[in-house]
DNA sequence: GAGTGGTCTAGACCACGCG
DNA sequence: GCGTGGTCTAGACCACTCT
């Protein structure tokens, strides 16, 4: 165990939060008190407390104890990205069931935000995700051809496409989301069982890596009555945590 | 001056960056450097440093010197928040005209989410938001009574509601942004300029204060052929950045 | 006034990066 | 091996909250 202290404090809190040693609401030990309850100065006490703080887990101010706010540490970046992470975290079954996977010159559109040139193929998905086993979102994903080739053999019916390419050493690193709002079109309204017309939220993302490099592109439709995207900010951290339903 | 030195010595090496004197790239002086040059000892020289790191100024590593990473810090929470400063980073005019303001029994869900009891009053707002004058969002707002009276006084066509509560001090520490899409409503159509039953953006916000008490809730819906909500995160820094058009 | 977190000091040892 | 940041201790004073 090489750990720093401060860690050990941070996960051990955490546990009692998770837990539910500590409910939301609760007021943690103060500072003097965690000090000779672990053995340990201010300091790393401190460095947990503010861990903790950042993740959103607790609040508080001078001269009061900090309190409980949640009970779910946010996990900023992959979160973000995955519609199964997303929903594990909020209690549902993620499902999906993969309607089509082509190689094919992308629409000049999406061509041009993955900066391809026109006659460049890249790998496209339409794949319908699902809630509880109900049509929740359906994803039209963009794949440049370098990343998306592996994914022409992978069972895409089996999970998270994020975990998969970056298991693969894919360097997925930032990511641009829009949000508006649209209404169904014959293909949306088919597979999410919705009436042409009636409302979807849109999120269309951009993924890059380091360099500032392309990899992939998205059009996302929510159904609103079953999904919607949630996110939490907080002042002090710029930890954001996002979740689905 | 009864600034905590940290802070000060914070401000005073964003200073050095944004002027120039450190250049993007440059490596900072070292811990031990910066506490002969402040006379100070290594803790407030390590706050600030972390603050700066915590707003994508500077990264580094262990035996390493802290590098200037970018100039510009990054201020997720506020723009998570105020369309107005979305607005302006995004280069466009924004405007608002408000349509009324009332003290009032809020609607039970609304005070649910606002943790009143059935017979409290709130302050709420009715506020048509405008990029380069024409009518891109429809913001219907709570707020709590403590915290909204001093709106009642206010001009609020002249800027931001947040501007001005954080002025007069009110702790505004975390937000829970939930979006989803929604059929425009008489209200909406007659005042953003759309047929009924079409769809729009619509973003509902909880915002509390660091006890976790809440302060605001808002349901705010964006025309989506004039404006979407956009933000951007990265894998490293946890910063995210949001704007709208 | 008692208890709490916010801040600061002075000194120490360790792990990592680089020459 | 030396300088760096990462971690930890022990003690101190102040500002704020609560009652």
Redesign the interface.
């Known amino acids: 165990m090489t750990e720093p202290l401060h860690r050990t404090l941070a996960a051990k809190l955490r546990e009692r939060i998770r837990g539910g040693d500590l409910p ?2 609760a007021s943690l030990p103060s500072e003097a008190e965690l000090c000779r309850e672990f053995d340990a100065s201010r300091g790393p006490v401190r460095q947990a407390l503010a861990t903790l703080r950042e993740e ?1 887990l607790i ?3 001078q001269g ?1 104890r900090p ?1 409980v ?1 949640d009970a779910v540490p946010a996990q ?2 992959e979160s ?1 990205l995955s519609f199964t992470l997303r929903a594990e975290i909020t209690g549902y079954a993620p499902g999906q069931r993969l309607q089509e996977i082509a190689l094919r010159r992308p629409e000049p559109p999406v061509a041009a935000a993955l900066q391809l040139e026109p006659d460049q193929l890249a790998v496209q998905l339409l794949r319908l995700r699902l809630l509880d086993g109900k049509p929740a979102m359906l994803e039209r994903m963009t794949y440049v051809e370098s990343v998306g080739r592996p994914l022409l053999d992978a069972d895409l019916d089996a999970g998270s496409i994020y975990a998969y390419l970056i298991d693969r050493g894919v360097d ?12 169904a079109d014959a293909t949306d309204s088919r597979l999410l069982g919705v009436p042409v ?6 999120e269309r993302r951009l993924t890059t890596d ?1 360099t500032g490099t392309p990899i992939e592109w998205s059009d996302d439709r ?1 159904r ?1 009555d079953i999904a ?13 945590r996002a979740a689905v339903a």
């Open positions: 939301i609401g959103g609040g508080g101010g009061k309190v706010l900023p970046f973000f997925l690193h930032a990511a641009r989301h829009t949000f508006d709002a649209i209404a017309g009636s409302p979807l939220l849109r380091s929510y609103p919607t995207v949630t996110m939490t900010n907080t002042r002090s951290s710029k930890a954001a």
